[in-house]
Structures are given as structure tokens and as C-alpha cells.
């Protein structure tokens, strides 16, 4: 588990105080793949330094299973450090070095015996999809080939916490989804808790369980992946949820129906069981009142799919009480758009 408590972290040259992480609070299961979204500036990359000693934080403390990060010196950090490792945005790879020399090269300095050193190299290779490409230098692979030794390279001393920062950033949309589920796969089959920051709604939506929205070194929302894009509280959550579930077009399409439809307009949202009942038929039956659908869409995240669907229809007061009430106990939220 990682807890992070009244973190702060402030840059003072003397002439200047900048606050990069503003009193932020979060608890990270083990086994979660936590996502930390924000734009530039918004204080993630400062903060996930402080996971693993690289950067200490001005006040609060950092605490992973147990051992508190924040205070720890010395041998004590170097220990801890060897259980959390980080996967790097540009690779950071030793351009002198093959695939299988760049793997080893944390456990050679943790003091690893060559034999061990050698079986856990073929075992990442294998792992990270990579066989056959072991003797292969930097400059010979693709982005999506560094990147795969770059988390090889950041397993190889057994980590209980893997830090990505930026992992997918310099990678193309292809790239990027073979990396998430390799990503995704390393998580279940090792229990292994993922720790990544990121600018794309779409690496949150595909493999993470929670997610924290940073904006001006504060996390302005937090919540699950489910829960955050179907409810997002936050002007910049809105913007980072219109990158991937068409948020923008939905804001127009709603305004325009308040001008143009007489009755009734009304948005279910569905989520988990759900998204599967034929609800608007159901609707047609029960009342015998006709349903028109408008317009809808399906989103999948990694704990389950949501939709939302426009639906017009002519009903009185009465009418529309019993539908709102009928949708509520269906476990089917329904926001009136537009009535009269």
C-alpha cells in the first residue's frame, strides 16, 4: 500500500517560491494500477518522484508498505528503492549496451550472482515479448521495442511498485495500446501495483482502477475509473473526459435538442449490469408512450463498460415522475435535459 499524507513539495531559489505539490492526500492499494493525470505543470512528475526518494517532499510523508520513503537515507533509501522501480518516458536506455545488457544492468548493481542474472534476462525477454531481439542495440529497435526493455529492465529486481512516467507519451496509438496491455498483463500476473502518470484520458480508461485529476500542484478529483468518467465533477476532468467519449459534441447536441424538440428530453446513464437491459423497450410497454432514441454511445473502461443514451418523448408531470422513478430503481441514472 502507498499512502501518500499532506504532501507538499515547494522549489525556493531565494527570490521565488514555487509550490510544484500543493497538500495533495492519496492511498494506493497493492495490486492497483493508479493513474495521475494532468497537463503540463500541473505537479505529476514532481509527485511521482517523491514515490521512490528521488525528490523529498517539503511537508508530508510518503509511506509504502509500511516504510516511510520520505525519511529514509542511505542505505535504507537504496533498499526501498530497489522494490520500486520506474519506467521512463524517453527510455533511458544505455545506448552501448544490447537488449539483454541493458536488462541486467540493475541487478549487476544490486550485486545479483551472474547465474540468477542470466535466468531472470531470459525470463524478461520472454516476457516483454522480445525473443530473438536479446543481442539487438537501442538504435535497432523501435519505440515500442525500448520501451519493452525499459520495463523488462524495471522488473528485473522483483518490484513491489512500478512508476510510469509518461511510458506511452513518445509512442504512436498502436504502440500505445500494445504497451497498456503489456502494462495490464504484468499487473495480473504479478500482482504488481502501477503507479503512472500521464496527459491521455485514453491510458486511464484502458487499464487503470483509479485515477487522480492534478491541476496547480492540487488533486482536484479523485475517484474510480467508472465513477470519474461518468460523473466528472471538475471543469478539467470534463476536458480530459471529452478526449475520449466525445464530451464536447454531447454539450452541442444538448442544446441544440432544448431548441428544437417539443416534450420531453431525458439521458440515461448505464453502468455495469445495466448497459445490457432493453430499458427503452421496457419504457414502451410500461407506459405506451412512444420513445424516440436520439442519439447514444458506449465507453469501455478497464472495470466495465458505460453508456449513455438521449431518449424524447411527450409525457406529462406525472408521467415523467414514474419514468425518473422506474430508471432509478433499475439502477439507470435519468437527467432531464429539457421538459415542456
Known amino acids: 500500500m502507498i499512502v501518500l499524507s499532506n504532501i507538499s513539495k515547494v522549489f525556493d531559489n531565494g527570490k521565488q517560491a514555487l509550490t510544484a505539490v500543493d497538500n495533495v492526500n492519496l492511498t494506493i492499494e497493492q495490486g492497483q494500477i493508479y493513474g495521475i493525470i494532468g497537463y503540463s505543470g500541473a505537479g505529476k512528475s514532481t509527485l511521482i518522484r517523491l514515490l521512490n526518494g528521488l525528490g523529498k517532499p517539503s511537508a508530508g510523508s510518503v509511506t ?148 487522480a485529476v492534478m491541476e496547480n500542484g492540487k488533486v482536484v478529483e479523485e475517484g474510480d475509473v467508472l465513477s470519474v468518467f461518468t460523473h466528472p465533477q471538475q471543469p478539467i476532468t470534463r476536458q480530459f473526459v471529452r478526449q475520449v467519449s466525445q464530451y464536447a459534441e454531447e454539450e452541442t447536441f444538448n442544446t441544440e435538442l432544448a431548441n428544437d424538440l417539443e416534450g420531453t428530453v431525458i439521458r440515461l446513464t448505464f453502468t455495469g449490469h445495466s448497459t445490457h437491459r432493453p430499458i427503452v423497450g421496457e419504457l414502451t410497454l410500461r407506459y405506451g408512450l412512444p420513445f424516440n432514441i436520439l442519439h447514444g454511445k458506449m465507453t469501455q473502461t478497464a472495470h466495465g463498460v458505460f453508456g449513455q443514451l438521449w431518449v424524447h418523448v411527450v409525457a406529462s408531470d406525472e408521467q415523467l415522475n414514474n419514468i425518473l422513478a422506474d430508471l432509478k430503481q433499475s439502477d439507470i441514472e435519468g437527467e432531464v435535459i429539457k421538459h415542456g
Open 64 to 211: 509504502i508498505n509500511g516504510q516511510d520513503i520520505s525519511a529514509a537515507k542511505g542505505e535504507a533509501l537504496r533498499q526501498a528503492r530497489l522494490k520500486i522501480s520506474m519506467v521512463f518516458q524517453h527510455f533511458n536506455l544505455l545506448w552501448s549496451r544490447t537488449v539483454k545488457e541493458n536488462i541486467a544492468f540493475s541487478m549487476q548493481i544490486a550485486g545479483v550472482p551472474k547465474a540468477q542474472i542470466q535466468a531472470r534476462v531470459a525470463e524478461l525477454v520472454e516476457l516483454v515479448g522480445l525473443k530473438g531481439r536479446e543481442n539487438a542495440y537501442p538504435s535497432q529497435l523501435s519505440g515500442g521495442q525500448k520501451q519493452r526493455v525499459g520495463i523488462a529492465r524495471a522488473l528485473a529486481n522483483h518490484p513491489d511498485v512500478l512508476l510510469c512516467d509518461e511510458a506511452t507519451s513518445a509512442l504512436d496509438p498502436q504502440t500505445t495500446d500494445q504497451i497498456l496491455d503489456l502494462l495490464l498483463d504484468i499487473n495480473r500476473r504479478f500482482n504488481l501495483t502501477i503507479v503512472l502518470i500521464t496527459h491521455e484520458m485514453h491510458v486511464v480508461r484502458k487499464i487503470c482502477d483509479r485515477v
